[in-house]
């Protein structure tokens, strides 16, 4: 019997039919060469053999005393869980981000442990793909793409390797993805404030220069100064899932022109896309877009690991100019880090974690709409960069698929994968319509900022 912590629980409570609270995964694989036509039916049945669940896929939740926690299921039924489908023809990517996307509106049955894995056929030029979904409460997004990159091999020839239900994970790291950040940094400062009396002074006077900045410098990103938009409107329980991958060489070749960092540019791929889509919606507000951005921090001569705070980024998707846009998301990512830089890893969580409760309070209440604090979660997750197999299929992609959440209507997660940035737009269907083009917009974004540096 394992007590769930705060933000666990926090994870629960937030659920509702038009709200699920899961993360998944999408990776695409080749067929091993010389494999025979039903080469993924042949898995599937191997799959099913595997019945070995380890944890944390063998708890389910119970409660005791009204408390919820973690208790092993004795009665795991494997079936239930892991499901082998086909794509309907002609079997292209549009039949599988389609089913994704359905598969990622269904809520998770609570009386068993809430976890499902999708083996998928179908599709076209000999590939197929594993669609995995797993609620926050029971592992947070970057655990989950650890699991998955633990699933593979570098290893073409390696077979007999075990599914995602079968790993033994290992602990939670500072390396939260986007919602779990916001959440975990709450929950820290009111579970462990007596614990924190010793960063008040840093945290207080660093907030202070914020807001006096704000004050000072209307385009500053103030901790309220989020624009209202439709990206922050109540949501239906109905999702869109879009994914595309891009080139990492164009991208650093970008960073090397400007002297910017690749998640300066991939933040500045997605303020383009935002800006496109809005305007094509007459939906763009005056004022720019604000980002929720977690970004590393990590020292490069320190001994510790990485450091990861959060930064309220602003899009600047009032600039016309795309080469300019990409400058000014530069620096205001420079100054976000230059602050944190100065400051202990408890005093980053602690500082967070105020700027980020009158978010936390509009997005669980919606009793606060004038404290908008960001309008878009971008959250770059690294991956592999090497390829990698699984039971000698080619990975071809891997792409995240995060939350959406009332007064938070898109996610734009992306990892990096063997010469790839792999992006996965979550979004209300019915809040955006037409969503997928914003993979269009991307590579708009990134053929500007090429164009702008001559490239």
Known sequence: MIPLSPTDQLFLWLEKRQQPMHVGGLQLFSFP???????????????RQQHQVTAPFNRRLSYRLGQPVWVEDDQLDLEHHFRFEALPTPGRIRELLSFVSAEHSHLMDRERPMWEVHLIEGLKDRQFALYTKVHHSLIDGVSAMRLATRMLSENPQETGMPPIWDMTPRARSGGDDGSLSLWRSVTHLLGSSGKQLGTIPTVAKELLKTINQARKDPAYHSIFHAPRSVLNQKITGSRRFAAQSYCLKRIKA?????????????????????????????????????????????????SEGNQVGVILANLHTDENNAGQRLMKIHQSMEEAK???????????VNYTALTLAP?????????APNWQTFNVVISNVPGPSEPRYWNGA?????????????RLALNMTLTSYNGQVEFGLIGCRRTLPSMQRMLDHLEEGLAELETAAGL
């Open 254 to 302: 970008v960073c090397e022109a400007y002297g910017t960092t690749v998640n300066d540019v991939v933040t500045a791929m997605c303020a383009s896309a935002l800006r496109t889509y809005l305007m094509n919606q007459d939906a763009l507000p005056a004022k720019p877009l604000i980002a929720f951005v977690p970004v590393s921090l990590r020292r490069d001569d320190s």
């Open 359 to 367: 978010a936390a309070f509009h997005l669980l209440t919606g009793m």
């Open 33 to 47: 060469e010389n494999a025979p036509d039903d080469y993924v039916a042949r898995l599937a049945e191997q799959l």
């Open 338 to 348: 230059d602050r944190y830089r100065n400051m202990s890893s408890e005093e980053i």
């Open 394 to 406: 080619r990975l071809e992609g891997m792409y995240p698929v995060s939350i959406a959440m009332d």
